[in-house]
């Protein structure tokens, strides 16, 4: 498996405040989030979801935790501009 190193092709700026919120009381623990995650910034903990205290400053902000969350349970809002993760 091609390993690519993150820090090569992206940068993060600011501080894009709490962009992606869990409602543990619809998480079901299914773990497709912690599945399609490609920098693992979820785990499941208690039959839960959780992400790792430090998710701001390795997401790459592609969503694809929030659209495969098929009951509602991840809120995810793109960071207020100029914050967050810059591709270069």
């Known amino acids: 498996m091609m390993k690519i190193e993150l820090d090569k092709i992206s940068e993060h700026v600011g501080d ?19 599945v399609v ?31 495969v969350c098929n009951i509602g349970a991840i809120d995810f809002s793109y960071p207020k501009g100029g914050t967050g993760v810059v591709y270069l």
């Not at 992606?20 to 773990?31: L, Y």
């Not at 979820?42 to 979801?49: D, F």
Request: contains cysteine.
């Open 16 to 34: 894009p405040g709490d962009f992606i919120k869990v409602d543990t009381e619809k998480c079901n623990g299914c773990g497709r989030c912690a």
């Open 37 to 67: 995650c490609v920098v693992n910034l979820w785990k499941l903990r208690g039959g839960k979801a959780i992400l790792k205290e430090n998710y701001k400053e390795k997401c790459l902000e592609c969503a694809a935790c929030y659209s």
